[in-house]
């Protein structure tokens, strides 16, 4: 199974950057996919989940109201919108997948994991 993230970058605190997760083969379209993220030094945590329909979705308490994920099924991609960005969003951002229907923030939950994307908020 490939999940690939991309749109990861240098922004300013207070700006937006778009996180794009592929799954070319398609073979993880019918699951729930999440973010996470792992700063250094930490350990990596829960951002936002969204359900295999993109009906339902799940964020964590410090980027709720400024992140959004949202899923193009006809794609088969999902995105996670970051706006307001602050210096505590800087981490390697991952893109995952379960084998299931339901959005989950539990990352034990996460069967498939992509290759992370960096995301640096830094003026």
């Known amino acids: 199974v490939q999940l690939q993230a991309s749109g990861g970058g240098l922004v300013q605190p207070g700006g937006s950057l778009r996180l794009s997760c592929a799954n070319p083969g398609w073979t993880v379209s019918n699951y729930a996919r999440g973010w996470f993220r792992q700063a250094p030094g930490k350990e990596r945590e829960f951002v936002a989940a969204?359900?295999?329909?993109?009906?339902?979705?799940e964020y964590a308490g410090p980027v709720r109201g400024r992140f959004r994920v949202s899923r193009d099924t006809d794609t088969n991609m999902v995105y996670l919108q970051m706006n307001s960005l602050k210096p505590d969003d800087t981490a390697i951002y991952y893109c995952?997948?379960?084998?299931?229907?339901?959005?989950?923030?539990?990352?034990?939950?996460?069967?498939?994991w992509g290759q992370g994307t960096q995301v640096t908020v830094s003026s």
């Open positions: 995952a997948a379960t084998r299931y229907y339901s959005a989950d923030r539990r990352p034990d939950e996460y069967v498939y």
């Open positions: 969204i359900s295999w329909s993109g009906g339902v979705t």
